[in-house]
């Protein structure tokens, strides 16, 4: 009985070790910063992601990447508390570091694995700081590229110090906005919110914003990247009546109900807003 108990443990630990060996060996990493929080890593794709075939391994350009990158947006609602200087997700330095890695990564990638980005960006606003992560999965299907945001812009809550890198990735509340269509994108499912970016309108060359209706020049090229931004600002202006305070006043409200900010955040950006009465 003893020797039997005995081999069942064994066996048992065996078989978790294996569970364990074959787990690490379907995540391959292409990039891992030292926070853990940053990486960009190759893991087994869901049933639901392998529908339809997935077309790995594939080899896209640098100036691809930061075409779709930079084609990200948010939604205009963003814009109510002006936490960001412009609607894009991914700004230059984002794509610049971004790009290559990606680049990597689906040239490596095989038939029934995905490639998971985790990025973190560190803000501060008034002296506080706001760090936001942003993960998505991404996969190539005949229809086009598919990204799927687990996490759009999240404020990561406490200390990742104390926390562990895991925690705090778990416990990064969303902002709740949603992002906006571009021309060669198409929506496919709100929750998560997944993304197809049709690749014959990012080949490298130009595209076209929504805003302006214009051709953007490639993402790569820094002069016409900052006019293309100064067009997105004079097509989207703000309103400044007291109708568009009040109006942020109360999204600012929401953020504290939902507990997306905290008092500390809430005072100084009320302060702020009143002195616009």
Known sequence: MFLKRRMIAVLSLAAVLFTAATARAADTYIYKSKNKIDF?????????????GLNHPYTFTAEQWKQVLSSVRFNKKILILKDIENRELFDEQNTEFL???????????????????????????????????????????????????????????????????????????????????????????????????????????VIATKETGNKKEKASAPAPAKESKKKSAAAEPVSSGEKSVKDRLKELDDLKKDEMITDKEYQAKRKELLKQL
């Open 99 to 205: 790009s290559p890695y990606l680049v990597e990564a689906f040239q490596k990638v095989k038939p029934e694995q995905v490639v998971t980005v985790s990025y973190f960006t560190r803000n501060s606003h008034f002296v506080i700081q706001d760090d936001r992560l942003t993960v998505m999965r991404m996969f190539l299907k005949p229809d086009g590229l598919h990204i799927k945001f687990t996490k759009v812009y999240a404020k990561m809550l406490g200390d990742r110090t104390t926390q562990g890198s895991a925690a705090a990735t778990s416990q990064a509340r969303g902002m709740r906005v949603s992002l906006e269509l571009q021309p060669g994108q198409n929506r496919v499912s709100w929750d998560p919110e997944e993304l197809v970016f049709d690749l014959s309108q990012y080949t490298g060359g």
């Open 40 to 52: 960009i890593k190759l893991e087994k794709a869901k049933k639901d992601e392998k529908e339809g």
